[in-house]
């Protein structure tokens, strides 16, 4: 910054400074008041010199000087009040994020290939694709057939979750649709979470056929922890290609008649408030992952700092240049003058 450039500013910090101003006035008044109490004796050469004297240091002459003191000590008064420049940044940052739980079926009817590669598979790469999109919050796994297990708790270690799903398989657990001991397994995993927002996906592709909870009593638990249930039915009702393993080891296919419980579905999604989706397609289902994550974004909050510069080092030397000024009129021009 140039020192003898008077710069625009925003604000002042110390404004009490400008107190100092008050006092100017009075100090003018003096000065006046000393400039026409003095009666200085001079010795005249000639009348062509008292003219040029009456010129050069008559009354108001005289008093330059002090006004340039005055102009001084109103730059003085303003490097007092600490002029300062302002400079605005923003900064975005992440609230509290979203606690997410996936309750996956991967009971064997997953392995019918209406979607492809068959809708266990597709499933897995919707929940990683979704995962990836998460990147602030904290996501789990439950999966579960006849019975239910906990594949992953919530957690911000994303890649090691979703190396988690791609390990998911038609696990060794009993067979059949334990759609209410699924979500209630999830809910248990979020109920004590402190999170703003709590969210179970629950996928299925079939019927509630297993377990000891009912899913209407899961989903009243989902409700009283504030939890919402977004469910997927994955699969198309009627004749799907199911794959039969041969003694030879060869595989062959057989059109199996399937059926989603879609009236159930609503209803979970409709107590917690969440949604109910259809997904007969590989796209579809990637399409209603993408939606709910655009449903279901954390929150950001958005940080205006301001920081100031001081810039009052211009002031200060305008004011030594007043005074400087006023100094040299004063002791040199003047008397050289007499």
């Known amino acids: 910054m140039n020192p003898f450039v008077i710069p625009s500013f925003d604000r002042f910090a110390n404004p009490e400074a400008f107190g100092i101003l008050l006092i100017l006035p009075l100090i003018w008044l ?16 000639g ?11 008559g009354k108001t002459f005289r008093l330059i000087p002090g006004l340039i003191q005055v102009i001084g000590a109103v730059f ?28 996956m079926d991967v009971s064997r009817s997953m392995e019918a290939e209406d979607l492809k590669p068959n809708r266990l598979e597709a499933a897995k790469k919707a929940a990683q694709d ?43 657990l009993e067979d059949g649709t334990a759609i209410g001991l699924g979500l209630a397994n999830a809910v248990n995993r979020l109920k004590d979470s402190k999170a703003k927002s ?14 000891f909870i009912a899913p209407q009593t899961a989903a009243e638990m989902a409700r ?13 009702n009627g004749l799907a290609p199911f794959p039969m393993h041969t003694f030879d080891g060869s595989k062959a296919y057989q059109q199996v008649p399937f059926s989603i419980n879609e009236d159930l579905l609503r209803q979970i999604a409709s107590q917690t408030g969440g949604i109910f989706y259809r997904a007969d397609s590989r796209e579809s289902l990637q399409q209603i992952y993408s939606e709910i994550d655009r449903l279901e974004k954390s929150t950001i909050e958005e940080r205006i700092q301001y920081r100031y510069t001081e810039v009052f080092t211009p002031f200060l030397v305008w004011a030594l240049m007043c005074l400087t000024i006023s100094f040299l009129f004063r002791f040199v021009i003047l008397r050289s003058v007499l």
Not at 31 to 45: A, D, E, L
């Open 30 to 45: 003096i000065q006046v008041w000393i400039y026409r109490k003095r009666q200085p004796v001079i010795i005249f050469s």
């Open 47 to 57: 009348v062509k010199s008292l003219k040029t004297l009456d010129f050069l240091i």
């Open 76 to 103: 003085v008064s303003i490097a007092l009040a600490r002029p300062q420049i302002q400079e605005k940044s923003q900064e975005k940052l992440p609230q509290e994020g979203v606690d997410i739980m996936i309750a």
């Open 130 to 172: 979704f995962v990836a999109a998460r990147s602030r919050d904290r996501v789990g796994l439950v999966i579960y057939s006849g019975e239910c297990i906990t594949a992953c708790p919530p957690t911000t270690q994303h890649a090691l979750l979703q190396n988690v799903i791609q390990q998911v398989d038609y696990q060794n």
């Open 198 to 211: 709590k969210v179970i996906i629950l996928l299925t592709d079939g019927e509630n056929n297993a377990g």
């Open 224 to 236: 009283q922890k504030k939890i919402k249930v977004y469910t997927i039915g994955v699969g198309k």
